[in-house]
């Protein structure tokens, strides 16, 4: 997955080449084929990873399981033990010898008794938490290459496959891909399509999801506080949705926090914490294919592209998934707001049509646009939170400021 920078491209359409865009492009096949066979190696690959490490997950969950059996002085979630493994012996042991020495301490309140027991605690988690390093040690050196490994795989998820050409590549591979493509049945975990432009004629569309407030996730970062829309068009998924961007002011420079500072007295937002900036994003996220008819750029707009509709564009490259997030314009709030369909459009500008101080004339490919369902209702509440205090005081209530209540704006 790979976060992109702005590109600056104004495209000029004509409504109609827009709205034109049910036409399979040209490459579709090309494309959604050489994608369907090299997913065939990449999801084995990913198969075989996740073989290999299934045993270091499991032995990674007991042991964390024993844990917290330890620290609880409970063997409800554990018993019985393994009489073949020699931390599950040790943790065995272990219960039992404490609850002799806490007997012993209750009967006598001995403080010697009381200081051996928290020793062989110790002790005894101690062992634990060595053999989950050890695991962990292990794990790390089977992964080999899986970085790469999850990458090749990413633009397979959730892949409508062409039939065929999965087939085809299936003839020195086995897999469970390879297996539902020769079979009958209908799968759950894959799709096929028997002819690549049947891709194109795929359509899931979700309206804007309804905003929560600002909530910590079990692993400690900040979740809520969004509303977001997806649309789908055969394998192109496009997700955009409106959050905070917040940032600890520690981490940024004191020129960056005056203009998050600025950007929300503009908008007249009240936002009062010391040790946190936030501005109102979007966010951008798209899974797309190598380029299948010239286009060069993709853009991230409103309406249908004949005024001021650009919000974000950036080159076209590879296929795979590709993230943005940037704080929004009080114009693109307000169009938001507003109702205005966000779309994304694969352009393609030819070299040679950009002339310094005018626009390129932008060729459109094909156009994702996303619902308006519900978009002026939850972008409305979540602008509401944001701006009226309610989301400043859900952070100081989760993360209360470190030197005491106040404001950090200087």
């Given at each position: 997955?790979?976060?992109?920078a ?11 080449a ?8 040209a ?96 002790q ?28 090749d795989?990413l ?51 979700r ?30 998924v ?60 993709y ?8 005024g ?80 009226g ?22």
């Open positions: 997955m790979k976060t992109v702005p590109v600056l491209l104004v495209a000029l359409l004509l409504p109609a827009v709205r034109a865009q049910d036409e399979v492009p490459g579709l096949a090309a494309v959604e084929s050489a994608r369907s066979a090299a997913c065939v190696g990449s999801l084995a690959r990913l198969a075989d990873l996740n073989r290999r490490l299934d045993p270091f997950a499991l032995r990674m969950q007991r042991l964390r399981a024993l844990g917290a059996a330890i620290s609880l002085e409970d063997t409800v979630d554990v018993a019985p033990f393994s009489a073949s493994d020699s931390v599950e012996i040790a943790v065995a042991n272990w219960f039992q010898a404490d609850q002799a020495m806490a007997l012993r301490m209750v009967a006598a309140q001995d403080s010697a008794t009381m200081a051996q027991r928290a020793a062989a605690r110790v005894i988690l101690d062992l634990v938490r060595g053999n989950m390093a050890a695991v962990n040690t292990q794990a790390q050196a089977e992964m080999g290459d899986a970085q790469q490994i999850e990458a795989a633009p397979c998820e959730g892949t409508i496959f062409v039939r065929p050409a999965v087939i085809e590549a299936c003839s020195e591979i086995t897999s469970d891909l390879c297996d539902a493509a020769k079979g009958s049945e209908p799968q759950d975990a894959y799709r096929f399509v028997d002819a690549p432009s049947d891709i194109w004629d795929v359509e899931d569309y309206p804007w999801t309804e905003p929560t407030g600002l909530q910590a996730a079990p692993d400690g970062s900040l979740t809520g506080a969004r509303t977001a829309a997806r649309g789908r068009k055969g394998n192109i496009l997700i955009v949705g409106l959050a905070p961007i917040i940032r600890p002011r520690a981490s940024i420079t004191p020129e960056e926090a005056a203009e998050f500072d600025a950007n929300l007295d503009s908008l007249g937002f009240t936002f009062d914490h010391p040790d946190f900036v936030m501005a109102p994003a979007l966010e951008f996220q798209a899974n797309v294919p190598a380029p299948m008819a010239g286009e060069t750029h853009l991230l707009h409103f309406g249908d592209l004949t001021d509709d650009v919000i974000w564009s950036l080159p076209a490259g590879e296929s795979g998934v590709i993230q943005a997030s940037f704080p929004a314009s009080a114009t693109d709030l307000a169009r938001l707001q507003r109702g205005d369909v966000v779309s994304l459009t694969a352009v393609k500008v030819a070299e040679g049509e950009v002339t310094e101080g005018e626009g390129p004339q932008a060729e459109p490919v094909y156009t994702i646009p996303l619902l308006q369902m519900s978009q002026s209702q939850s972008v409305n509440l979540l602008l509401q939170y944001m701006a205090g309610d989301l400043s005081r859900d952070l100081t209530s989760l993360l209360p400021p470190a030197g005491g209540a106040g404001t950090g704006r200087q």
